[in-house]
């Protein structure tokens, strides 16, 4: 008879809260002795890490990764008749922003290997927005699932048309493309650190990432209330966009053992390459990039094969979860702004790919377990 093993858990932020000891309280009840809640010592201090981090000149810590998306829109003006071009296949937040400010999403298609978007597509996009009257502005790529987008491609669409890049960095803090780690890649870069992406809070947080110095200046006039010199100066429409202190606080502790993580997380998603390469399509390699492993996808044959992995690693414990079921042309929300095109890859996809658990605590003995779910499904890979 098999042994019952408790299910996996898909994210463990408890045994991430263990490992990260005393510390982390200390950070915490810091910030309670000093009552500085707002804009605090931390957030200044997480700014000035983050930055070094990356590599960036300046960042500008807000209060998620949607507001840094939206303060980075808002700051060059985007909003009525401008098109912002984006993959289809994301989470919503990247195409609410654009929707949210008066512009249009124009929906791109994404490479059926890495799943990221694709720019011979966007090329087309542009084309087709222009016809219909709209003015491009802006390309939002975005790293998705960890691994950087085709930047050197997109930095080079955006200086031919014209437009800002804005880097949708939410699922890959960490990551590294041609030798440096994501955070100027773009004019500017939004990162989100809800609690399950690769460096989470206990809460919502973000930041934005520029080489920038008057960009950054606005960004933080952004964030609060468009607020001048001083605080009753307004200079502009701005938002409630800050990062609490208490949240700056855990992610300087969880900063300390960032890169460690992001290495465990590496080696996890080679072993699942290895043990999996047999049943599924395993993720394909952005070139000469480390991913960040927000989310490890596998591609299935078929949508039947898919949903009947699905039920037998449910059976075995193991949990898993689909990134994205729907591609955003296809959600209500966006029927009014989509031009109703196909867009084949990212319906494709929606319908064949899966997320595996993968996050730093998990123990050998687990990864191994989710291999192992996979023998006797019966299923076989398919390119
Ligand atoms: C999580 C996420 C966001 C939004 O970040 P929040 O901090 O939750 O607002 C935006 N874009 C992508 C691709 C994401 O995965």
């Known amino acids: 008879m098999d042994i019952v093993h408790p299910p996996i858990p ?16 200390a950070r915490i009840d810091a910030v309670l002795a000093h009552g500085q809640f707002i804009l605090g010592p931390e957030v200044a201090e997480l700014e000035a890490k983050l930055a070094t981090f990356c590599g960036a000149a300046h960042c500008v810590s807000v209060s998620s990764g949607t507001d840094a998306l939206q303060i980075a829109l808002m700051a060059e003006g985007i909003g009525r008749g401008d098109a912002v071009f984006l993959p289809a296949f994301t989470y919503t937040a990247t195409a609410e922003v654009p929707l949210l400010l008066g512009a249009t999403p124009v929906f791109v298609d994404i490479d059926p290997a890495t799943f990221q978007i694709d720019p011979a597509h966007l090329e087309v996009r542009i084309a087709a927005a222009t016809a219909v009257g709209l003015r491009p502005r802006a390309i ?20 031919r048309h014209g437009l800002f890049t804005l880097d ?73 966009g800050r990062l609490d202190t208490i949240q700056a606080a855990v992610l300087l502790a969880k900063l300390e053992v960032f890169e460690a993580e992001l290495a465990r997380r590496e080696a996890i998603a080679c072993a699942y390459d290895a043990g999996l390469a047999k049943y599924v399509t395993i993720p394909a390699r952005v070139p ?59 319906e494709a996809v929606a319908v064949r790919i899966m997320a595996l658990p993968l996050h730093p605590d998990m123990t050998d003995e687990q990864v191994a377990r989710v291999i192992s779910a996979f023998d006797g499904v019966g299923l076989h890979a398919a390119r």
């Open 140 to 159: 939002i790529g975005v790293d998705l699932f960890g691994q950087p987008a085709p930047w050197p491609a997109l930095r080079a669409m955006a200086a």
């Open 10 to 25: 898909f994210l463990d932020l408890k045994a991430q809260q263990a490992r990260l000891g005393p510390g982390l309280r």
């Open 288 to 346: 000469s990039s480390a991913s960040a492993w927000a989310i490890y996808s596998v591609l299935f044959a078929d949508a039947a094969s898919r949903e009947a992995a699905q039920i037998a690693l449910r059976a075995r414990g193991v949990p898993s979860a689909i990134y994205y079921p729907k591609p955003l042309h296809h959600q209500p929300a966006y029927h009014g702004a989509h031009d109703g095109v196909s867009l084949p890859v990212s």
């Open 168 to 240: 949708d960095c939410a699922q890959a803090f960490g990551a590294v493309l041609d030798g440096a780690r994501l955070g100027r890649s773009a004019t500017a870069t939004a990162v989100s650190f809800f609690p399950s992406k690769p460096l989470g809070a206990y809460g919502d947080g973000g930041a934005l990432f520029t080489e920038d110095a008057d960009r950054a200046a606005l960004y933080r006039s952004l964030r609060t209330h468009g607020e001048g010199t001083t605080r009753y100066d307004v200079q502009r429409i701005g938002m409630n």
